[in-house]
């Protein structure tokens, strides 16, 4: 299952007043592959890929061993 994440600037209710959306870059939603463990903990329902997950969670908590999906 791929990242479930919104793109950039997609979250504001108000119109966007940042950098333009551009389709190529800023899919919605993100797509890349999800994190299935940290630290040997299932994080897998959350369904976000490693740079959302750790946007989410913060860097301290991405401890390895990580596993994507395949």
């Not at 919605?28 to 890929?49: D, M, T, W, Y």
């Not at 946007?55 to 908590?61: K, P, S, V």
Request: charged share 15%; proline share 7%; hydrophobic share 40%.
């Amino acid at each position: 299952m791929p990242c479930v994440a919104l793109a950039r600037g997609m979250r504001q209710a108000a119109p966007h007043t940042g950098v333009a959306f551009n389709d190529t870059t800023d899919n919605n939603p993100c797509g890349r592959k999800i994190v299935q463990s940290v630290n040997g903990v299932n994080v897998s329902a959350e369904n976000l890929c490693s740079f959302h997950w750790q946007f989410l969670h913060g860097q301290r908590d991405y401890v390895l061993p990580v596993v994507m999906e395949p």
